[in-house]
């Protein structure tokens, strides 16, 4: 016996097998991807007694079991895969709450530990969740009927100038624009937040492209889709749904050789660009497609051969990354003769505010949209360290944002939009909902999207397996046996459902408050059940 | 709910028809108060059309300070009418020491100022003289504006009307365009500045109902100019947005209703105007209202006009003879005025809606 070797007691999680229960049929082992588990066998000591009086013998045998692997590459992820495919309740993974894995694996390999998922400390306490939406509108105002009134609930994706900039002039008492000016669009509160094909298994994301063109075209709710980076397939791009996709643009570049290739040929302009310069899970770090992801239809799209596709921390400039983004947004804004709105996602962080008031300050009018990204988003692979330790929430920067807006007398000039554990609770209407009273003219969400299509991960260290490309449910995953394990069309409509339920809950919550447009920065009708947390966001505080 | 009420005339009328048309509307009152606007003077006033008068009701202290800000800016005193009281201890009314209305000239550097040059000044004055008397609560500056006067009490309104001596008509005091409110705003604290209506630069607002969107009305105003302050109201937002429509961006009234209620975006890509009206929705998204109020306002010209957020919550109607057009929350308070009208006329308007009265007292409907 050595010690020092990886044992049962370090892993995650624990396989629990019941053998008398157990057909061996085999199911577990064949859907297991990470190899965590295989047939084995085991030697068993019975003793038995077959005689009218106690004759006792002892019987050895050597009977078959399944067995979990402790190793550092092949190791269970609490995905339970396993137990949902055994017909007979046989198998099942059990949290280890004494694991040491992510320590052994740093000291055997010397190298950091990766994972996928989301942040896993401390997510059990949400401050959204110590928010209530406290003011209701009962005599002065009376509250509105969901069912029966109309309510607008779009929101501006675009540079929006204040009057005293709009070049007008009036004719016959009637004012006129002279100008084409900076493109806004008018969209729903709510983006499928920016996950690209190649994170993402390509059917999975051509559900979310389905479920989006289906609630444009047929459910009246005019959402849009960021492709994140990574491009996006010919055949959309030259399609009409093009007008629903945000295209982005990361510090990889990823994609875009296609998209500028393929621009004579679109028929329609896309709903937007999105410039990312950071997101919520995995702050200060660049993206990262590991090899195994990187399958035959995901190097066409990207242009790419097949190896760790990783884009840079930063945008590389001359001079400075604030530079080379100018040239970005000038040049981006320009390919599309200025018709298309471009937006910048950061990261929260402590300087979004200082970020946000430049940005604000700029004269040029190019900055379409300042998309917040907060800790609790998730992401397809990072270090773990970045997962757990960097990062910052973003409600309260959010917040921070818009109250340095209304300081500048600038609100509303450059819409903001929050994301980073968006319907983290499963209720994406209400985290919606008090961001937008908080100052936010929408929200982006992308985890949550995954979890309607069938991710079994969770912020409590289960599955979190994004990384290795072997998703147990073909999101994550290029490999085509894996893939084939998400129905697309079910996801689609699941996630069309979704957001039919959503739309009902946000005029749920602003029915109450009394308004039929949505809240934006209507702070007064949030309380929170938390002290600390009114004080920060400028809220009343409720007992 | 509050009850409003505008009376628009080519006759000089005295306040108490104010007091009338609000009475029969009692069932609205709380005791809160009684406060009104007078355009386009009368009687002792007539004579001074073109020199600010200022309203202001003060302690002795309040007028020294007042005095001195005055007189430090170069503001001579050329009429101070001081309304006679009827002091009654079965009054319901909030008195102060003094209610002041003066006659002020220019001072002499301003001989050849620019009217702009003026207006800066008296708004300048206005926000002096306010701050200086808010520290010890020594008095209240309502409005300092040529034409203009506005008394503003604390009470039961039929008493304050007693104090004043407001129920008997007299040709001394007298204006063509009355707007007056028996309730001030009870949401909040009762303090005279929260009381309707409420007058800025010429501009006149008084409303009902509650104005949902006041926070982010309120935190958008407080940067776009130096006299949008106060808020003691939420009602206050609807003045600051339609003077700063017309006096800031010089903008035409008709676009008063496109900022406030923004139609629809589907709406919007319907109509000849489109681009202009998204950009009014984009630009000025945070001065839009969601109701429920109805808006009666004056403008610098005489024009008044009334309008009501886009869910209509809250009722207003419009009865007119060839002289006289008054606007008001309930029709009661129209036939205790103008009896003799043809109420078949009367106009009950809806939520894309806004009546316009100009000086003709000729009534237009402009359909949003």
Same mark, same amino acid.
Request: charged letters at 20%; one cysteine or more.
């Given at each position: 016996?050595?010690?020092?070797?990886?044992?049962?007691?370090?892993?995650?999680?624990?396989?629990?097998?019941?053998?008398?229960?157990?057909?061996?049929?085999?199911?577990?082992?064949?859907?297991?991807?990470?190899?965590?588990?295989?047939?084995?066998?085991?030697?068993?000591?019975?003793?038995?007694?077959?005689?009218?009086?106690?004759?006792?013998?002892?019987?050895?045998?050597?009977?078959?079991?399944?067995?979990?692997?402790?190793?550092?590459?092949?190791?269970?992820?609490?995905?339970?895969?396993?137990?949902?495919?055994?017909?007979?309740?046989?198998?099942?993974?059990?949290?280890?709450?004494?694991?040491?894995? *992510?320590?052994?694996?740093?000291?055997?390999?010397?190298?950091?530990?990766?994972?996928?998922?989301?942040?896993?400390?401390?997510?059990?306490?949400?401050?959204?969740?110590?928010?209530?939406?406290?003011?209701?509108?009962?005599?002065?105002?009376?509250?509105?009927?969901?069912?029966?009134?109309?309510?607008?609930?779009?929101?501006?994706?675009?540079?929006?100038?204040?009057?005293?900039?709009?070049?007008?002039?009036?004719?016959?008492?009637?004012?006129?624009?002279?100008?084409?000016?900076?493109?806004?669009?008018?969209?729903?509160?709510?983006?499928?937040?920016?996950?690209?094909?190649?994170?993402?298994?390509?059917?999975?994301?051509?559900?979310?492209?389905?479920?989006?063109?289906?609630?444009?075209?047929?459910?009246?709710?005019?959402?849009?889709?960021?492709?994140?980076?990574?491009?996006?397939?010919?055949?959309?791009?030259?399609?009409?749904?093009?007008?629903?996709?945000?295209?982005?643009?990361?510090?990889?570049?990823?994609?875009?050789?296609?998209?500028?290739?393929?621009?004579?040929?679109?028929?329609?302009?896309? *709903?937007?660009?999105?410039?990312?310069?950071?997101?919520?899970?995995?702050?200060?770090?660049?993206?990262?497609?590991?090899?195994?992801?990187?399958?035959?239809?995901?190097?066409?799209?990207?242009?790419?051969?097949?190896?760790?596709?990783?884009?840079?921390?930063?945008?590389?400039?001359?001079?400075?990354?604030?530079?080379?983004?100018?040239?970005?947004?000038?040049?981006?804004?320009?390919?599309?003769?200025?018709?298309?709105?471009?937006?910048?996602?950061?990261?929260?962080?402590?300087?979004?505010?200082?970020?946000?008031?430049?940005?604000?300050?700029?004269?040029?009018?190019?900055?379409?949209?300042?998309?917040?990204?907060?800790?609790?988003?998730?992401?397809?692979?990072?270090?773990?360290?970045?997962?757990?330790?960097?990062?910052?929430?973003?409600?309260?920067?959010?917040?921070?944002?818009?109250?340095?807006?209304?300081?500048?007398?600038?609100?509303?000039?450059?819409?903001?939009? *929050?994301?980073?554990?968006?319907?983290?609770?499963?209720?994406?209407?209400?985290?919606?909902?008090?961001?937008?009273?908080?100052?936010?003219?929408?929200?982006?969400?992308?985890?949550?999207?995954?979890?309607?299509?069938?991710?079994?991960?969770?912020?409590?260290?289960?599955?979190?397996?994004?990384?290795?490309?072997?998703?147990?449910?073909?999101?994550?995953?290029?490999?085509?046996?894996?893939?084939?394990?998400?129905?697309?069309?079910?996801?689609?409509?699941?996630?069309?459902?979704?957001?039919? *339920?959503?739309?009902?809950?946000?005029?749920?919550?602003?029915?109450?408050?009394?308004?039929?447009?949505?809240?934006?920065?209507?702070?007064?009708?949030?309380?929170?059940?938390?002290?600390?947390?009114?004080?920060?966001?400028?809220?009343?505080?409720?007992? | 709910?509050?009850?409003?009420?505008?009376?628009?005339?080519?006759?000089?009328?005295?306040?108490?028809?104010?007091?009338?048309?609000?009475?029969?509307?009692?069932?609205?009152?709380?005791?809160?108060?009684?406060?009104?606007?007078?355009?386009?003077?009368?009687?002792?006033?007539?004579?001074?059309?073109?020199?600010?008068?200022?309203?202001?009701?003060?302690?002795?202290?309040?007028?020294?300070?007042?005095?001195?800000?005055?007189?430090?800016?170069?503001?001579?005193?050329?009429?101070?009418?001081?309304?006679?009281?009827?002091?009654?201890?079965?009054?319901?009314?909030?008195?102060?020491?003094?209610?002041?209305?003066?006659?002020?000239? #220019?001072?002499?550097?301003?001989?050849?100022?620019?009217?702009?040059?003026?207006?800066?000044?008296?708004?300048?004055?206005?926000?002096?003289?306010?701050?200086?008397?808010?520290?010890?609560?020594?008095?209240?500056?309502?409005?300092?504006?040529?034409?203009?006067?506005?008394?503003?009490?604390?009470?039961?309104?039929?008493?304050?009307?007693?104090?004043?001596?407001?129920?008997?008509?007299?040709?001394?005091?007298?204006?063509?365009?009355?707007?007056?409110?028996?309730?001030?705003?009870?949401?909040?604290?009762?303090?005279? #500045?929260?009381?309707?209506?409420?007058?800025?630069?010429?501009?006149?607002?008084?409303?009902?109902?509650?104005?949902?969107?006041?926070?982010?009305?309120?935190?958008?105003?407080?940067?776009?100019?130096?006299?949008?302050?106060?808020?003691?109201?939420?009602?206050?937002?609807?003045?600051?947005?339609?003077?700063?429509?017309?006096?800031?961006?010089?903008?035409?009234?008709?676009?008063?209703?496109?900022?406030?209620?923004?139609?629809?975006?589907?709406?919007?890509?319907?109509?000849?105007?489109?681009?202009?009206?998204?950009?009014?929705?984009?630009?000025?998204?945070?001065?839009?209202?969601?109701?429920?109020?109805?808006?009666?306002?004056?403008?610098?010209?005489?024009?008044?006009?009334?309008?009501?957020?886009?869910?209509?919550?809250?009722?207003?109607?419009?009865?007119?003879?060839?002289?006289?057009?008054?606007?008001?929350?309930?029709?009661?308070?129209?036939?205790?005025?103008?009896?003799?009208?043809?109420?078949?006329?009367?106009?009950?308007?809806?939520?894309?809606?806004?009546?316009?009265?100009?000086?003709?007292?000729?009534?237009?409907?402009?359909?949003?």
């Amino acid at each position: 016996m050595k010690v020092n070797e990886l044992g049962k007691d370090d892993l995650l999680w624990q396989i629990e097998y019941n053998s008398d229960r157990c057909t061996f049929c085999g199911k577990c082992t064949a859907a297991c991807p990470f190899d965590a588990i295989e047939a084995s066998v085991e030697k068993r000591r019975k003793v038995i007694s077959e005689g009218p009086t106690p004759t006792p013998k002892i019987n050895f045998q050597t009977v078959p079991v399944i067995k979990q692997n402790i190793d550092i590459q092949n190791f269970c992820r609490g995905c339970g895969i396993c137990e949902k495919v055994c017909p007979n309740e046989a198998i099942r993974p059990v949290k280890n709450p004494d694991e040491r894995f *992510a320590m052994k694996v740093r000291s055997y390999t010397g190298n950091s530990f990766t994972r996928g998922g989301r942040n896993n400390l401390n997510t059990n306490e949400r401050a959204f969740d110590k928010i209530q939406i406290g003011r209701i509108s009962q005599m002065t105002d009376p509250s509105l009927d969901a069912q029966r009134h109309t309510f607008e609930m779009l929101a501006p994706f675009g540079r929006i100038l204040p009057p005293q900039q709009i070049p007008l002039h009036m004719v016959d008492g009637k004012l006129e624009l002279e100008d084409n000016l900076p493109p806004v669009r008018w969209i729903y509160p709510i983006i499928i937040g920016d996950m690209s094909i190649g994170a993402l298994s390509g059917r999975m994301w051509e559900a979310l492209a389905i479920a989006t063109a289906y609630l444009n075209e047929e459910a009246g709710i005019p959402i849009r889709m960021c492709s994140g980076e990574g491009g996006m397939p010919v055949r959309l791009l030259k399609s009409r749904y093009l007008k629903y996709m945000i295209l982005q643009i990361a510090s990889g570049h990823f994609g875009w050789n296609r998209i500028i290739n393929t621009m004579p040929d679109m028929v329609e302009d896309p *709903a937007g660009i999105i410039i990312k310069i950071g997101q919520g899970a995995k702050p200060g770090d660049g993206g990262l497609l590991q090899a195994k992801k990187v399958a035959q239809h995901i190097q066409e799209i990207r242009g790419v051969p097949k190896t760790d596709l990783l884009s840079p921390p930063n945008h590389q400039g001359l001079y400075s990354i604030e530079e080379s983004v100018q040239k970005m947004f000038l040049s981006l804004n320009a390919a599309f003769k200025f018709k298309v709105p471009v937006a910048i996602k950061v990261s929260a962080s402590v300087t979004s505010v200082s970020v946000y008031n430049n940005l604000l300050r700029d004269p040029y009018n190019i900055v379409g949209g300042f998309f917040l990204d907060g800790i609790y988003g998730g992401t397809g692979a990072a270090h773990e360290i970045s997962l757990n330790h960097t990062g910052h929430p973003v409600l309260s920067k959010l917040r921070d944002c818009y109250l340095a807006a209304v300081h500048q007398g600038k609100q509303g000039q450059i819409p903001l939009w *929050a994301a980073g554990g968006m319907g983290m609770t499963g209720n994406l209407a209400a985290d919606a909902f008090k961001a937008i009273c908080l100052g936010a003219n929408g929200v982006f969400t992308g985890k949550l999207m995954l979890q309607i299509a069938g991710c079994v991960g969770n912020d409590h260290g289960k599955c979190n397996a994004c990384n290795t490309g072997l998703c147990p449910v073909g999101i994550c995953t290029q490999n085509p046996v894996l893939v084939k394990r998400l129905d697309i069309d079910k996801v689609a409509e699941n996630i069309v459902n979704y957001f039919i *339920a959503t739309d009902q809950e946000i005029k749920k919550l602003m029915a109450p408050i009394g308004n039929s447009s949505l809240p934006v920065g209507r702070s007064d009708a949030l309380v929170s059940i938390d002290s600390s947390i009114a004080e920060k966001l400028q809220i009343q505080y409720a007992c | 709910m509050c009850r409003i009420g505008a009376i628009k005339s080519k006759n000089y009328m005295h306040p108490s028809k104010a007091l009338l048309l609000m009475r029969s509307q009692q069932k609205g009152h709380d005791n809160s108060g009684f406060a009104m606007v007078m355009q386009d003077l009368g009687g002792i006033f007539e004579d001074y059309k073109d020199l600010p008068i200022l309203s202001m009701a003060c302690t002795d202290e309040g007028l020294n300070i007042a005095d001195n800000i005055l007189a430090e800016e170069g503001f001579l005193r050329v009429m101070q009418w001081c309304p006679e009281t009827n002091p009654d201890p079965k009054l319901i009314i909030e008195t102060m020491p003094h209610y002041l209305f003066q006659v002020l000239q #220019y001072p002499k550097a301003f001989k050849y100022a620019t009217p702009e040059e003026k207006e800066d000044l008296l708004i300048n004055t206005r926000l002096r003289l306010r701050k200086a008397l808010e520290v010890d609560e020594e008095g209240y500056v309502y409005s300092f504006w040529p034409d203009v006067i506005t008394l503003k009490e604390i009470g039961d309104p039929k008493d304050i009307g007693t104090y004043f001596g407001l129920w008997k008509e007299s040709k001394d005091f007298a204006a063509k365009i009355i707007t007056a409110q028996c309730r001030q705003n009870t949401n909040y604290d009762i303090v005279r #500045y929260a009381a309707h209506p409420f007058f800025l630069q010429g501009y006149t607002s008084l409303a009902n109902g509650e104005n949902t969107f006041y926070e982010k009305n309120k935190l958008f105003q407080k940067k776009l100019y130096k006299g949008y302050v106060g808020f003691e109201s939420d009602s206050q937002c609807f003045l600051y947005t339609l003077h700063y429509l017309n006096k800031v961006l010089k903008w035409p009234l008709h676009y008063y209703k496109h900022i406030i209620t923004p139609l629809p975006y589907d709406e919007i890509l319907n109509r000849k105007d489109e681009k202009i009206l998204l950009k009014i929705k984009e630009s000025l998204a945070h001065l839009e209202i969601n109701g429920p109020n109805t808006i009666i306002s004056t403008m610098p010209d005489g024009t008044v006009f009334t309008c009501c957020d886009s869910k209509k919550l809250r009722p207003v109607v419009i009865g007119s003879t060839d002289e006289t057009v008054v606007i008001t929350s309930e029709v009661t308070g129209i036939n205790e005025i103008l009896p003799e009208r043809n109420w078949e006329e009367d106009i009950y308007p809806h939520e894309r809606e806004t009546v316009v009265i100009n000086n003709d007292m000729k009534i237009e409907r402009w359909q949003q």
